[in-house]
T-cell receptor, first 110, second 112 residues
Framework: EDQVTQSPEALRLQEGESSSLNCSYT??????LFWYRQDPGKGPEFLFT???AGEEKEKERLKATLTKKESFLHITAPKPEDSATYLC???????????FGTGTKLQVIP | NAGVTQTPKFQVLKTGQSMTLQCAQD?????MSWYRQDPGMGLRLIHY???????DQGEVPNGYNVSRSTTEDFPLRLLSAAPSQTSVYFC???????????FGPGTRLTVL
């Protein structure tokens, strides 16, 4: 059974204080690892797809990396508008085989 | 483009009532899905469709029906609502060739 575990559950940072979110996974036949951002009361918004170990992708202050067992979402010099819940998910096999983690709730304080 | 739209935004039902959650997308996406999101649990797939006329079950399909008569619309029907179906429901769509799913704003459903 595919599993995704995200840590920490919640993270509080001062503005400008860099940190990382972790996503550990077990999956048979990784098709892709996905990161989404979810704001309160809204649907998830796609950020990145990573396909193989060693791959990295960046978007503004966010950088996602992937190993064979985990992915990290690095947040550099965060701003209050980066506050959100960040979801990790893994895809295996067909389109419908996507397993989501429970998310990390990030709060960035001015 | 409106993207993925869902109605209603909020709904309260009594046990045993039926209702339909509406989902529409204007991006001509082949794939559409319904998820539910519960506290302490990740998004879980209820039903999905890979094209008009084609639907299949996801991880938690019991108590729900779907149909897809057009590319744009993918309604989710609750046959006889139960308190265990209290949740936030999200519809999502994507191109067949893409892993990027576009999510709607969600419907918050409470079953009393």
């Amino acid at each position: 059974e595919d599993q995704v575990t995200q840590s920490p559950e919640a993270l509080r940072l001062q503005e400008g204080e860099s940190s990382s979110l972790n996503c550990s996974y077990t999956v048979s036949g990784l098709r892709g690892l996905f990161w989404y951002r979810q704001d309160p009361g809204k649907g998830p918004e796609f950020l990145f797809t990573l396909y193989s170990a060693g791959e990295e992708k960046e978007k503004e202050r966010l950088k996602a990396t992937l190993t064979k067992k985990e992915s990290f979402l690095h947040i550099t010099a965060p701003k209050p508008e980066d506050s959100a819940t960040y979801l990790c998910a893994v895809g295996a096999g067909g389109y419908q085989k996507v397993t989501f983690g429970t998310g990390t709730k990030l709060q960035v304080i001015p | 483009n409106a993207g993925v739209t869902q109605t209603p935004k909020f709904q309260v039902l009594k046990t045993g009532q039926s209702m339909t959650l509406q989902c529409a997308q204007d991006m001509n996406h082949e794939y559409m899905s319904w998820y539910r999101q519960d506290p302490g649990m990740g998004l879980r797939l209820i039903h999905y469709s890979v094209g008009a006329g084609i639907t299949d079950q996801g991880e938690v399909p019991n108590g729900y029906n779907v149909s897809r008569s057009t590319t744009e619309d993918f309604p989710l029907r609750l046959l006889s609502a139960a308190p265990s179906q209290t949740s936030v429901y999200f519809c999502a769509s994507s191109y067949r060739s893409s892993n990027e799913q576009f999510f709607g704003p969600g419907t918050r459903l409470t079953v009393l």
